[in-house]
């Protein structure tokens, strides 16, 4: 029998690491596993049901091509967390969207790309 593997936690490689460890912290709820040290934290669901998110502080910032990762954020509110997540710190993308896209692009203080997709409610 071979060994299963996990995703254990999503690396997000950050110049502002203050700004964008409060940005996901409250854009996720998330909490950290342990204080951050050295610019490196984990960052937990709290109910255990989602991946974990890390934060790795870089010292450059990037330049360039943009990272070929970035997180889908489900909701069945995306209006809602749109706003939301502008209000602590996103910027929209200006993504060239087609008439049945379900989703929004954003930037998190950083500059990397992510987002928010509309799911339908279970009922």
């Given at each position: 029998m071979s060994a299963q593997l996990t995703i254990g936690s999503i690396v997000i490689r950050c110049y502002e690491f203050d700004?964008?460890?409060a940005f996901w912290q409250e854009a996720l709820h998330y909490v950290p596993t342990r204080p951050a040290k050295d610019g490196w934290v984990i960052l937990r669901d709290p109910d255990g049901?989602?991946?974990n998110v890390s934060l790795d502080q870089t010292r450059e910032r990037r330049s360039g091509k943009r990272s070929r990762l970035h997180l889908d954020l489900y909701t069945t509110d995306q209006k809602g967390e749109v706003e939301r997540l502008v209000k602590i710190g996103a910027t929209r993308y200006p993504w060239r969207y087609k008439p049945d896209d379900?989703?929004?692009v954003l930037e998190d203080p950083d500059g990397?790309?992510?987002c928010v997709v509309e799911v339908p409610s279970e009922s």
């Open positions: 700004k964008l460890l049901s989602g991946p379900d989703f929004v990397n790309l992510f």
